[in-house]
Each structure stands twice: as structure tokens, then as C-alpha cells.
């Protein structure tokens, strides 16, 4: 867990280092940075990514002490005494993982699909919908955008497209890593294992890949072109590779029921995952599922508060699905134990066309303005945005 404020190496042992925060010390990897003791760094999922100048390290660290130290004392006064399910998982979240909040930059850069999910707007037979791609220069500038706005974090997310073979993903991973110090997550569905190694070997270190759910006849019927127990096994293989994962699942899907549920949570926990993620099935009119209804918010809250006590260290994401149930949802999940967020830094008329499910949130929000709610929502909640410098 790492804070978008510069730390300070204070021992490196192999390919670790500790990291000093204002006396609260963590590890990351040196793998993407050559470091010495004494350097500051910003270290993101695990990772040291970047170097800071000294001057402007203790320039930055002596603005935030203040607040630092602030946010923790809010953070814990709101999770004191629990009474109930949420907030005794609130409070598990803040003495196993403080007040620290992953806030990760999305970038949707196709929406084309080769498969056809039962439950998503963008699946291959949804022909009504108006299909884009970005390409090299435009995913480039997108990111420069992200990363002057301070994401330190982005996940590069597409439909399963063809379009990108293994050289032109390489090349993408690879440029982004050379300009700009970004935790780059890939979000590009089911590749071979070779490909995912030549984006490890050009920077990547995330995947993000949901099983959506571990019920073989649900998956069966809902995600028809592809296979859960392969699924399941390139991400436990992705995971030997070294990368970080993020995976989870859908709630509400046709004939679920409450077994599911926590044997999903249970899987989700089997696969070493660095980030939970749990959406709500939203049913899309363009779509075989558009007359099933939806899960309601109180039932995806008590997913997470479940998932947290069951998984005490884990980072619980609050999905943009579950921020579209409900203006209010984003605090209700912090407070019910999630502890990470997204900001989508698509640019803006390309966002409602990655349509997996309708009136997306966020889709109309600017950046800047979406960035300045998260980050009043967090203070408000003494917490500490950790992907974005502030
Ligand atoms: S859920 Fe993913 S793999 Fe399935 S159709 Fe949508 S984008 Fe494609």
C-alpha cells in the first residue's frame, strides 16, 4: 500500500525496498526503477516508479504532513464503535489497511469485442452500436492527459480486439513506460500467455480480468465464447508472472443465488487478487438480459462488507457499476469497507460508446471536475487518495 506522496528508502534488500511515510514504513518492488538508500521515490500497487529531487520531495512532504496526520485521526474517529454488518467492516478496513484509497485512471480505447456476453452493450452482436478505436497517438496523448492531472495508476482497458495484435500492445506498454512514470494495468481480455509476458517485459504489472462469476452453467450461458476454468487458469498464470490482479465478479446475474455470492468472494480471495472487484449487473436494452432486473445497492454493500471481513487486507474497489445505482453509493461502499476508486479519463466523446451498460457514471463528468469529488469525498472521509498526487 503506497501513498502518492514522495517516501524515503530507507533499507533495499534484493528487489525490495522499504519505504518511509512520515515514520509508517512499506515495502514495493525495484524492478521498474534503479534506486539507492536515501532516494525518494512515488511507489504505486507495490511498485517504486519514480524518483523525486530531494527538494522537491521535502517541499511536497511538508505541505502534507498536516493533513496526513489529519486524515488518519477522521479516518479512525469514523470507524469507531461499529454497531452494524457495514460498519464493523469499515472498521476492519481501517485497522488492517488505514486510511489509504487507490484511485486508479481508466482509459477505454476500443470498444470492439470479439465475444459475445450475454450481459454487455458492447458485445459482437450488438450491431447498433457505434464502434471506435484509438489509435498509438491518441492512447498517448489520453495518458499524457491522465498523467499531467496526477494519475500515477492508469488501467488501458478495451473490448477483446483483434485489432491490437501482441506487437502493437507491446509498442503501446512500452511508449507509455518510456514517457511517463504510470503502475500500467492492462484490461484486454484473453490473450496468450506469451503476449501478457511481452507486456510484462515492456512495463506492465497489472491485469485486470473478472471471472464474473465461478457458477459453471451461469458462466456457460452468459459468457458463451469463453471457457471459466481456462479463464481461471490464465489468471492464476498471470499471477505467477508477477502480475497484480484485479478480478471479481457480477452480482445479480440470472439465477444466482446467496452461495454463489460467497463462493465468489471465496475465489476471488483464491486468486491472489491485489483488488477486488464486485459490479452489479445492469442490464442493457441491447442485450439478450435487458428484461432481467437489477440488483439493488443494499445488496451489493453487504457484498463488499462481506468480502471485507472475510478478506481483512484486501483493496475492495468501489466499480463505476455500483456508483451508477446511486448518486450516493461511492460513500456508502467506502463506508461499508471498499478502500479504492476509479476515474474514467477516457476523452469525453468516446465515453458513452464503451456502452457495457447504461448511463455509465462518469461519462458526462470532466476530468477535473470527477477528480475534485473523489478527492472531497475521500477528505470527508479522512482518507488518503494514493494515486494521486494532491
Ligand atoms: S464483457 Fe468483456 S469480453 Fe464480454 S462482450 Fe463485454 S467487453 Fe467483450
Given at each position: 500500500?503506497?501513498?502518492?506522496?514522495?517516501?524515503?528508502?530507507?533499507?533495499?534488500?534484493?528487489?525490495?525496498?522499504?519505504?518511509?511515510?512520515?515514520?509508517?514504513?512499506?515495502?514495493?518492488?525495484?524492478?521498474?526503477?534503479?534506486?539507492?538508500?536515501?532516494?525518494?521515490?512515488?511507489?504505486?500497487?507495490?511498485?517504486?516508479?519514480?524518483?523525486?529531487?530531494?527538494?522537491?520531495?521535502?517541499?511536497?512532504?511538508?505541505?502534507?504532513?498536516?493533513?496526513?496526520?489529519?486524515?488518519?485521526?477522521?479516518?479512525?474517529?469514523?470507524?469507531?464503535?461499529?454497531?452494524?454488518?457495514?460498519e464493523r467492516a469499515n472498521a476492519i478496513r481501517q485497522q488492517n489497511q488505514g486510511?489509504?484509497?487507490?484511485?486508479?485512471?481508466?482509459?477505454?480505447?476500443?470498444?470492439?469485442?470479439?465475444?459475445?456476453?450475454?450481459?454487455?452493450?458492447?458485445?459482437?452482436?450488438?450491431?447498433?452500436?457505434?464502434?471506435?478505436?484509438?489509435?498509438?497517438?491518441?492512447?498517448?496523448?489520453?495518458?499524457?492527459?491522465?498523467?499531467?492531472?496526477?494519475?500515477?495508476?492508469?488501467?488501458?482497458?478495451?473490448?477483446?480486439?483483434?485489432?491490437?495484435?501482441?506487437?502493437?500492445?507491446?509498442?503501446?506498454?512500452?511508449?507509455?513506460?518510456?514517457?511517463?512514470?504510470?503502475?500500467?494495468?492492462?484490461?484486454?481480455?484473453?490473450?496468450?500467455?506469451?503476449?501478457?509476458?511481452?507486456?510484462?517485459?515492456?512495463?506492465?504489472?497489472?491485469?485486470?480480468?473478472?471471472?464474473?462469476?465461478?457458477?459453471?452453467?451461469?458462466?456457460?450461458?452468459?459468457?458463451?465464447?469463453?471457457?471459466?476454468?481456462?479463464?481461471?487458469?490464465?489468471?492464476?498464470?498471470?499471477?505467477?508472472?508477477?502480475?497484480?490482479?484485479?478480478?471479481?465478479?457480477?452480482?445479480?446475474?440470472?439465477?444466482?443465488?446467496?452461495?454463489?455470492?460467497?463462493?465468489?468472494?471465496?475465489?476471488?480471495?483464491?486468486?491472489?487478487?491485489?483488488?477486488?472487484?464486485?459490479?452489479?449487473?445492469?442490464?442493457?436494452?441491447?442485450?439478450?438480459?435487458?428484461?432481467?432486473?437489477?440488483?439493488?445497492?443494499?445488496?451489493?454493500?453487504?457484498?463488499?462488507?462481506?468480502?471485507?471481513?472475510?478478506?481483512?487486507?484486501?483493496?475492495?474497489?468501489?466499480?463505476?457499476?455500483?456508483?451508477?445505482?446511486?448518486?450516493?453509493?461511492?460513500?456508502?461502499?467506502?463506508?461499508?469497507?471498499?478502500?479504492?476508486?476509479?476515474?474514467?479519463?477516457?476523452?469525453?466523446?468516446?465515453?458513452?460508446?464503451?456502452?457495457?451498460?447504461?448511463?455509465?457514471f462518469g461519462t458526462d463528468l470532466d476530468t477535473q471536475e470527477h477528480i475534485d469529488?473523489?478527492?472531497?469525498?475521500?477528505?470527508?472521509?479522512?482518507?488518503?487518495?494514493?494515486?494521486?498526487?494532491?
Amino acid at each position: 500500500m503506497c501513498y502518492a506522496i514522495p517516501g524515503k528508502i530507507i533499507e533495499l534488500n534484493d528487489r525490495t525496498a522499504t519505504v518511509d511515510y512520515y515514520g509508517e514504513q512499506k515495502k514495493a518492488y525495484t524492478d521498474l526503477l534503479e534506486v539507492q538508500i536515501g532516494d525518494y521515490v512515488y511507489a504505486q500497487g507495490g511498485f517504486l516508479i519514480q524518483k523525486v529531487p530531494p527538494k522537491e520531495a521535502h517541499d511536497i512532504l511538508s505541505d502534507w504532513e498536516e493533513l496526513f496526520f489529519k486524515l488518519q485521526e477522521k479516518d479512525k474517529k469514523l470507524s469507531a464503535h461499529p454497531k452494524n454488518l457495514y460498519e464493523r467492516a469499515n472498521a476492519i478496513r481501517q485497522q488492517n489497511q488505514g486510511n489509504s484509497c487507490c484511485v486508479h485512471g481508466i482509459l477505454e480505447f476500443s470498444n470492439y469485442c470479439r465475444q459475445n456476453c450475454l450481459y454487455c452493450g458492447i458485445r459482437r452482436d450488438n450491431k447498433e452500436l457505434t464502434r471506435y478505436r484509438l489509435e498509438i497517438p491518441q492512447i498517448l496523448e489520453s495518458v499524457k492527459y491522465a498523467y499531467d492531472l496526477g494519475f500515477k495508476a492508469l488501467v488501458l482497458q478495451s473490448g477483446e480486439d483483434p485489432y491490437y495484435d501482441d506487437d502493437k500492445l507491446e509498442t503501446i506498454v512500452k511508449t507509455i513506460r518510456e514517457k511517463y512514470p504510470v503502475l500500467l494495468f492492462v484490461s484486454i481480455g484473453e490473450r496468450s500467455l506469451s503476449a501478457y509476458r511481452r507486456l510484462y517485459d515492456a512495463g506492465a504489472r497489472g491485469v485486470l480480468m473478472r471471472f464474473e462469476t465461478c457458477n459453471p452453467d451461469a458462466y456457460k450461458k452468459v459468457k458463451p465464447d469463453s471457457d471459466l476454468q481456462n479463464r481461471l487458469q490464465l489468471i492464476r498464470d498471470l499471477r505467477k508472472m508477477g502480475y497484480l490482479i484485479v478480478t471479481g465478479f457480477l452480482v445479480g446475474l440470472p439465477g444466482e443465488d446467496k452461495k454463489d455470492i460467497l463462493e465468489n468472494i471465496k475465489l476471488t480471495a483464491s486468486l491472489d487478487a491485489e483488488m477486488f472487484s464486485f459490479g452489479p449487473f445492469i442490464p442493457h436494452p441491447q442485450t439478450p438480459l435487458a428484461e432481467t432486473p437489477m440488483p439493488k445497492l443494499t445488496k451489493l454493500l453487504r457484498v463488499i462488507a462481506e468480502a471485507r471481513l472475510m478478506n481483512p487486507e484486501s483493496r475492495i474497489l468501489v466499480t463505476t457499476a455500483l456508483e451508477t445505482l446511486d448518486q450516493d453509493a461511492a460513500r456508502q461502499g467506502l463506508l461499508a469497507g471498499a478502500n479504492s476508486l476509479m476515474i474514467n479519463v477516457t476523452p469525453p466523446k468516446y465515453r458513452k460508446l464503451y456502452d457495457i451498460y447504461p448511463q455509465r457514471f462518469g461519462t458526462d463528468l470532466d476530468t477535473q471536475e470527477h477528480i475534485d469529488r473523489v478527492i472531497g469525498l475521500l477528505k470527508s472521509l479522512g482518507r488518503a487518495p494514493t494515486d494521486l498526487s494532491v
